[in-house]
């Protein structure tokens, strides 16, 4: 995976963990803080990643 695609991932992460846990807050929701704990298991995947320079795919 590419340096962009890695640092994409990771705000994309972060805004829908960020988005997630507020809409908890505010409701009480056990949906949001479920994908609030599929958005942090996204997070570790994406920070455990190490990026190669020059892969395209």
């Known amino acids: ?16 963990l960020v988005f997630s846990g507020w809409m908890y807050l505010q409701t009480g929701d056990w949906v949001a803080l479920l994908f609030a704990v599929f958005s942090l298991g996204y997070g570790v995947f994406f920070f ?10």
Do not use: F, K
């Open 48 to 57: 455990s990643i190490t990026p190669r320079d020059g892969d395209a795919s």
């Open 1 to 16: 995976m590419s340096q962009t695609a890695r640092a994409i991932g990771i705000v994309v992460t972060l805004a829908m």
